[in-house]
């Protein structure tokens, strides 16, 4: 490229300082030389000079009232009645040795007894205290020690972070965990009863490690510990350490990898040492995919310094023996990304699966957590760990601790049922808030709602009830109807799969047969439905194609090994395949047609039911269906507060996107 005019603007200025330039640093150095210059180089010949006159002088012009302020004081080196006086004239009177006007003056004499009585009654020279050697010696002294002891203290203190900093670059990052103030147990941890049986033998080896020598065995090098986000690796680790006794270093996989190529390997030696070191002991690597990934991989062949840190930790573990008694545990949500060298056996021996807990699991959890919550005797932890299928361990620690903030922010003094329940709505669904919205639309939202809610009533067979219908805004929808599963939902067959696909289709169909019309606001249930036909073609060979996977078209750039998408069906079969899809849509459609067509009177009453109190639970959904009318009483949800500012805010139009559910999680249907 041409050096013209416009790239030499471009260029950035070599003069700028670098990022994280100390200035403040430097303005103190200067301002500390530019002391000490001053005090070196300071010459008191150049300062004026005051004006020296005898006792007698000053004793005029006391008596004159000439002295504006002064002093007096005794000095022994000249006898008893030697004084040295010093002071200023009330104007510039006299005249120093260069001949300049001044005030300022000086006298050294004797004082007889009558002259130091008549000028301490001039009340303008005050006696002060004699000065001796030492004082002067301290005087002239003390300013040079505490400058230099000032940058004495700051030199060593930079060398000595200077020297620890250089010392240290390549030093470990585990931070080793206290056996009294962090320790865990099994107790501790719940919901995952397979993976703490599992991990149970290394605890047996760090207590008695002769027990499965004699027998020649050995017990794993390392064990990776995989999972989904939040179900408890890390506090699983530590419970071993706990149970063993044993010293427990934990590091994060991102804490090798740096931009100087060899420090990664560098920390990697230095962490065994210290395993070695404190033997018997656990190392904890939480986020190993940082650091264990694929090598090679991605654009461009990869970083040289993780691969670097992941050849060092491959060598440290193939040598590494495990009768030193220091074992390595290792979490991740990613075993896809891990280099197969790492996975093999002689390095990470075991692979431990920590899955979602299941409701008995989730039971367990709440029961931990809840030691640390005032609960009143109303909450039924085994109720709430039935509504919350497909909650992680730390969603359950944050469901309990977002009820006692509920609680607290209404003064409550227990936490109750009801905020149990508004806390989960929350965190699934998100907070329910107030949009200025005219009576047609609120009655659209109404009639959306209770077409989900009609369709999920006839066609549940119990497993999937209905849990609560509100056209009460809440998080991106205008309106939600929820389901809670009896019972954690492992498997889905077709018939349920289509009841799925005809329930999602039941905000449209309502709409339509209500209005003769249709809104945007079935945009995520359309979206949903055809999600679930899609896989019922592709994944689950649930069509007149045949039992044929169809979806496995990847796109793998992230592992480096295809650029592009990869194609496994034909242009015909594709085809064929949105074909079956939409056949699965449209019937599903017609179905939801007839059976709302079928049941208008109770879609009415639904309706009707949420026009007046907005929220209604799934029992009444049932006791209309069954009764023709609502039976038992319907608690009324006390509205949020609407700010004033939003009460001239236009309602928003846009259509929301709906929430995917998964198999077993409640999956709310928005407006």
Known sequence: MPDNEDNKKRRPLKSLPPDGFPFKLV????????????????????????????????????????????????????????????GETVEPILQNST??????????????????????????????????????????????????????????????????????????RAKMLTREKDRINFTDVAGCDEAKEEVSEVVDFLKDPQKFQKLGGRIPKGILMVGP???????????????????????????????????????????FEQGRKNAPCLIFIDEIDAVGRQRGAGLGGGNDEREQTLNSLLV???????????????????????DSALLRPGRFDRQVSIDLPDIIGREQILRVHARKITLSD???????????PGLSGAELA????????????????????????????KLLWGLSRRRVMDDAEK?????????????????????????????????????????????????????????????????????????????????????????????????????ELGPVAMGENQDTVFLGRDITRSQHISEDTARKVDIAVSEILNSQYKRAQEILAENRVALDKVAAALLEHETIEGRHV?????????????????????????????????????????????????A
């Not at 006696?127 to 002294?141: D, G, M, S």
């Not at 939040?230 to 990898?257: N, Q, Y």
């Not at 205008?478 to 077709?494: A, H, N, V």
């Not at 309602?651 to 409640?666: F, H, I, L, R």
């Open 229 to 271: 986000p939040g179900t408890g690796k890390t506090l699983l680790a530590k419970a071993i350490a706990g149970e063993a006794d044993v010293p427990f270093f934990s590091i994060s996989g991102s804490d090798f990898v740096e931009m100087f190529v060899g420090v990664g390997a560098s920390r990697v030696r230095d962490m």
């Open 378 to 388: 109303n909450v039924d932890l085994a109720v709430i760990a039935r509504g919350t």
């Open 443 to 543: 009655r659209l939202i109404a009639w959306h709602e209770a077409g989900h809610a009609v369709l999920q009533a006839v066609l549940d067979d119990g497993t999937v009830p209905v849990h609560k219908v509100t056209i009460i805004p809440r998080g991106q929808s205008l309106g939600s109807t929820t389901y809670l599963p009896t019972k954690d939902i492992l498997t889905r067959p077709k018939k349920k799969l289509l009841n799925e696909v005809a329930m999602a289709m039941g905000g449209r169909v309502a709409e339509e047969l209500v209005t003769g019309d249709f809104s945007n606001g079935a945009y995520g249930d359309i979206k949903q439905a055809t999600r679930i036909a899609r896989a019922m073609v592709c994944d689950y060979g649930m069509s």
């Open 27 to 86: 303005l103190i150095w200067i301002a500390i030389l530019g002391s000490v210059v001053a005090l070196i180089y300071y010459n008191p010949a150049r300062a004026p000079q005051p004006a020296a006159v005898n006792i007698q002088g000053v004793i005029e012009l006391a008596e004159q009232g000439k002295i504006a302020s002064g002093g007096m004081r005794n000095d022994p080196t000249g006898g008893p009645s030697w004084y040295i006086v010093a």
């Open 622 to 670: 049932l006791e209309i269906l069954k009764h023709g009318e609502i039976q038992s009483p319907i608690v009324a949800v006390k509205p949020p507060k609407l700010p004033s500012a939003d009460a001239a805010k236009p309602a928003d139009k846009a259509a929301p996107e709906a929430s995917t559910g998964s198999a077993g999680t409640p999956a709310p249907s928005p």
């Open 99 to 172: 001949g300049a006007a001044t005030k300022s003056f000086t006298a050294a004499g004797r004082l007889t007894e009558h002259n130091y009585e008549l000028l301490q009654k001039a009340k303008v020279l005050v006696e002060k205290p004699a000065t001796t050697a030492t004082t002067q010696l301290l005087y002239n002294v003390v300013p040079f020690v505490v400058v230099i002891g000032l940058l004495y203290f700051l030199f060593v203190r930079q060398l000595k972070s200077a020297g620890k900093g250089a010392l240290s670059f390549g030093k470990s």
């Open 316 to 338: 440290e573990m193939d040598g590494f023996d495990t009768q030193e008694g220091v074992i390595i545990i290792a979490a991740t949500n990613r075993p896809d990304v891990l």
């Open 398 to 425: 944050n469901l309990l601790n977002e009820s006692a903030l509920l609680a607290a922010r209404r003064n409550k003094k227990r936490v109750e049922m009801a905020d149990v329940d508004e806390a989960r709505d």
